[in-house]
């Protein structure tokens, strides 16, 4: 009779807690669910084992606690269109998504990896910025819409804080008050931060006229409180002035395809788009003459929206929802190509060579030396074989048969920033290859071929004087040395898969 009077104290017990509202509502999968949540934590005594800097900082906020927030699933692709369902908490950031897939994929974190809002329907998108709510962004979607969230490389996104004298062009800016000297465009940068100060970003764009097919070239002026086109020519003053888009319930996206969906008389087209629900939903299409003027307004306009938050993006890249950012944790920066020297350590000491055609000379040594260490790994006599020949095409810098106009739109699309670079075969030559690169804004195509040396073949780039095995010697060097190339090779431009 005890006995079976404790077993029914025990089913009234599980039966209460099964009809309790408030205990319900924390789990929609019942009471062993409760169970589980319930049980106390088990201190880790190896954190270190299973932590690191990159997601210590975001222990706290991008893996809440169970139930504490509403979470949503998001499907996010990379450039091969391949794509990745993530289910996240209603308040996750652009940054925290990154974040996670790059831990879920076990790529590198250097600070690049952004997401990007496409509207195919518009032929048009832009970046979401690391501090901006992606279930906010996903909100102001419409249903029969088929847009879509990408995440690739983007090494342009804080480059105007690294070298902002490739962002603001001299003709393209002036000031609202007179300035004593010359300002620079470190100067500049920091106006747009400031809140008392700012320049003027000015010149001619096409602009799309509403409901037409027509572009009209018009000359703009661009201030803190919005974006205006003069009246009269390249007039100034207030009567001339009128306005034509605010930053503050619109969003800047970057034309891939204005020529074709818009009749645009350039490739370098821009758009203003409301971003709020009910209002008008009709983008602005602007056009640019070159990609510089286009950078230079795109990045403007982000600046005088975002202002010292897009600073503390770049100053800050591990903070993310909780606020509080990784400790002991050193932010990566891209080294300056001048604060690199070159070093002779032959002697007993180092010492900087400072000649020019000394560092020149110790450069096609290195490269030769290269060359004989290549021999010995091949082991041959210096020849390429079928290895050395293909090895190449498992790097992730190679795209093998892709044509020169989708080489220039993957530079374009990951940053066209000094460095950016990817090999490919050569179309007119199909025994040679070319090295497509960025530098100055502009992609640049330097054809790879081969030398003969008494019976042996080489890859060069200059005509014989720096010979390499195979093309991944060749990469190898150049991203050591500048050589012919404007610049060293910084970035490889790769297509990810999620």
Request: with cysteine; proline share 5%; hydrophobic share 35%.
């Amino acid at each position: 009779m005890s006995s079976l009077h404790c077993l029914t104290r025990k089913e009234h017990r599980l039966s209460k807690v099964s009809q309790s509202p408030e205990r319900s509502a924390l789990s929609p999968f019942g009471v062993k669910d409760l169970d589980v949540l319930e049980m106390p934590s088990i201190p880790n005594p190896f954190p270190e084992l299973l932590c690191s800097p990159f997601t210590s900082g975001l222990s706290a906020g991008l893996f809440p606690k169970a139930n504490s927030r509403k979470k949503q699933v998001i499907k996010v692709y990379s450039e091969d269109e391949t794509s990745r369902a993530l289910e996240v908490p209603s308040d996750i950031t652009a940054r925290d998504v990154c974040q996670l897939l790059i831990l879920r994929s076990h790529y590198v974190d250097d600070h690049s990896w952004t997401l990007f809002e496409h509207l195919p329907q518009l032929g048009v998108e832009r970046i979401i910025e690391d501090h901006e709510l992606v279930i906010e962004v996903l909100s102001n979607w419409g249903m029969e819409e088929e847009n879509k969230l990408y995440f690739r490389k983007n090494y342009a996104k804080y480059e105007f804080f690294k070298n902002p004298m490739y962002f603001f062009p001299e003709h393209m800016v002036s000031f609202a008050t007179e300035s004593n000297g010359e300002i620079s465009p470190t100067q500049i940068l920091q106006m747009f931060l400031s809140s008392t100060t700012y320049p003027e970003i000015h010149g001619f764009l096409h602009a799309k006229e509403q409901g037409k097919k027509a572009w009209k070239k018009v000359y703009f002026l661009l201030r803190r409180s919005g974006l205006y086109f003069s009246t009269k020519g390249t007039s100034k003053e207030p009567r001339h002035l009128q306005f034509f888009s605010e930053f503050g319930t619109s969003d800047v996206y970057v034309s891939l395809a204005g020529k074709k969906k818009h009749g645009a008389p350039t490739i370098y087209g821009f758009c203003f788009k409301p971003n709020k629900a009910g209002g008008p939903r009709d983008p602005k299409m602007l056009c640019a003459e070159e990609e510089q003027s286009r950078t230079c307004w795109v990045t403007a306009i982000r600046l005088l929206k975002y202002g010292m938050q897009l600073y503390q993006n770049y100053m800050h890249p591990y903070q993310g929802r909780s606020g509080r950012s990784s400790q002991n944790m050193s932010p990566m920066r891209s080294i300056s190509e001048n604060s690199l020297v070159a070093m002779d350590f032959s002697g007993q000491k180092s010492r900087v060579i400072d000649n020019p055609t000394e560092a020149l000379s110790v450069a096609v040594e290195e490269g030769l030396a290269w060359r004989k260490k290549g021999c010995l790994r091949l082991g041959t006599h210096g020849s390429p074989t079928t290895s050395s020949q293909t090895i190449h095409r498992s790097q992730p810098w190679f795209h093998h048969r892709i044509s020169r106009d989708e080489a220039q739109r993957l530079i374009t699309q990951q940053g066209p920033v000094d460095g950016v670079f990817l090999v490919r075969d050569s179309q007119s030559n199909p025994k040679t290859f070319v090295l497509s690169m960025s530098h100055g804004q502009k992609i640049k195509h330097f054809q790879i071929i081969l030398v003969e040396d008494d019976g042996e073949m080489f890859h060069t780039l200059d005509d014989g004087h720096t010979r390499f095995t195979d093309l991944i010697q060749l990469v190898e060097f150049y991203q050591l040395n500048k050589g012919v190339l404007p610049c060293k090779l910084k970035h490889y431009c790769a297509r990810m898969v999620l």
